[in-house]
């Protein structure tokens, strides 16, 4: 797959005319010319996967911004394996703002409306909160060796928690064993308080600026284990 890029400049005047010119189907309609057709394909798969999620929930177009959490998890793990399965996508290629821009003001902006209507950060402005940017990330750093137990894994998450997740990225990256540990823990423990686990993140941000996880007797495990205990046994 040749990923196309578009740029902050270009894709902020794309934005504006949308939001100026466009209403809702208008959007499906426009958008059939606006991307090179080398991407025509991918637009379906993703068009099929979008309404193959929405099918799951038994919802219509006006109710998936409703469903939130929901349909982002559920779709998230879908364009997670379409993307990365079918079109070779990796976390190199997932690390360039540029690629998800112009599949979503290129290839399928209807889709990132009817999820977030005209929200300037989910469609190309904030790094960390394009869309499908976003919850691409969020089941790579979820994935647990297949597909059933990565949904068992999300499904009783919030949006908060692709929020803890997403946007804590540290100097090089994200620590991949250590967010894959954190997230199973949760679900391990069936946490469900957002604000507790928001403090276990924090705590997290605090601890690996002076702790190497992987150098903890006990390795990323133990380094995780007491990072719940600690937080829990202090609320």
């Known amino acids: 797959m040749k ?41 379906q798969d993703i068009y099929h996967i979008f ?82 940017k976003s919850i691409w990330w969020y089941v790579f750093l979820a994935w647990k060796e297949n597909e059933e137990l990565t949904r068992e894994i999300l499904k009783e998450n919030s949006t908060d928690t692709i929020v803890q997740l997403v946007e804590r990225t ?6 991949v064993e250590l967010y894959k540990q954190i997230l199973y823990k949760k679900y391990q423990i069936h946490l469900k308080d957002r604000e507790t686990f928001r403090k276990i993140m924090i705590l997290n941000t605090m601890r690996v600026k002076v ?6 007797e006990g390795g990323i495990n133990q380094y995780v284990e007491d990072l719940f205990q600690d937080v829990i046994i202090t609320i």
């Not at 902006?109 to 904030?126: A, E, G, K, M, T």
């Not at 540290?170 to 620590?175: I, V």
């Open 51 to 132: 309404y193959e999620t929405m099918n799951e929930l038994n919802i219509t177009e006006e109710m998936v911004k409703k469903a939130a959490y929901e349909f982002d998890y559920l779709f998230g793990i879908k364009l997670y394996r379409l993307l990365t399965e079918k079109y070779g996508m990796n976390k190199y290629l997932a690390s360039n703002d540029a690629i998800w821009r112009y599949l979503q003001l290129n290839v399928c902006p209807y889709l990132v409306y009817l999820r977030w209507s005209f929200n300037p950060d989910s469609f190309y402005q904030s790094s960390r909160r394009i869309w499908l």
């Open 170 to 175: 540290g100097k090089y990256g994200y620590r």
């Open 3 to 43: 990923w196309l890029e578009l740029n902050k400049k270009k894709a902020a005047a794309m934005y504006e005319q949308l939001e100026q010119n466009y209403k809702g189907k208008t959007i499906k309609q426009t958008e059939q010319t606006t991307y090179d057709q080398s991407y025509h394909q991918i637009k």
């Open 211 to 216: 702790t190497d996880p992987y150098l903890v």
